[in-house]
């Protein structure tokens, strides 16, 4: 079955610690997304590519970092510079420049 | 466009009508979108409309388009209990804006039996 795989599905930070969330897909989509969900509010774009080897800063960038050595996989690194990290983590992609994007099913990410 | 807004909650018995609404500002949106989330869940693609169509419909959903009010709405029919969940409003535009989508906070809606 083609589709957008998140993992983990629950991940606990440190402080001071960096964490990576793992996205893959196998839809051979062009572009891919990250972005963050907090309680009560909408998705804020973090970071997105879409083409391998290049992604550009999203609306909440800072304490996150990002890479796209392959086509199929788009990991998420949240920083210990990222000071408030509890969040539902969502990567997406889509087969052209954001139209109809297809989802994940999301990493729960929580500081200890 | 980055102004995407939604009613926050909305209740409704089983087999009524939903009518779930969005408002934008930009008007050079390209396509609108619908999406579900259920618990713990990713985001379901539900339904799009190109900016250029006042309506489509897909089964139980009707969606209908007012640019000139910069409002849009998703209708659906015979609702059922399966259809809990919140739903986001979301606009992709072109120009050099090209791939992105600005959500709406989400639209929870409960369905009583």
């Known amino acids: 079955d083609g589709g957008i795989t998140q993992s983990p599905k629950y991940l606990f930070r440190k402080e001071g610690q960096n964490v990576t969330l793992s996205c893959e897909q196998n839809?051979?989509?062009?572009?891919m997304y990250w972005y963050r969900q907090d309680p009560g509010q909408g998705l804020r774009l973090i970071y997105y590519s879409q083409i391998v080897n290049d992604f550009q800063k999203g609306d909440i960038a800072e304490g996150y970092s990002v890479s796209r050595e392959k086509k199929e996989s788009f990991p998420l690194t949240v920083t210990s510079a990222q000071k408030n990290p509890t969040a539902f983590y969502l990567c997406a992609s889509s087969i052209d420049r954001g139209e109809k994007l297809f989802f994940g099913s999301g990493t729960q990410l929580s500081v200890l | 466009g980055e102004d995407v807004e939604q009613s926050l909650f909305l209740s409704v018995r089983e087999g009524d009508s939903s009518v779930i609404n969005c408002t934008y500002t930009d008007s050079s949106s390209t396509y609108l979108y619908w999406y579900k989330q259920e618990p713990g869940a990713g985001l379901q693609l539900l339904t799009y409309i190109f900016s250029n169509m006042d309506m489509k419909q897909d089964q139980r959903l009707t969606v209908l388009l007012n640019k000139k009010d910069k409002h849009l709405s998703l209708r659906i029919a015979d609702t059922q209990t399966g259809d809990s969940a919140i739903y986001f409003c979301?606009?992709?535009?072109?120009?050099?804006?090209?791939?992105?989508?600005?959500f709406g906070r989400g639209t929870q809606l409960t369905v009583w039996p």
């Open positions: 839809l051979n989509h062009d572009a």
């Open positions: 979301a606009e992709s535009m072109g120009g050099s804006t090209l791939g992105r989508l600005y």
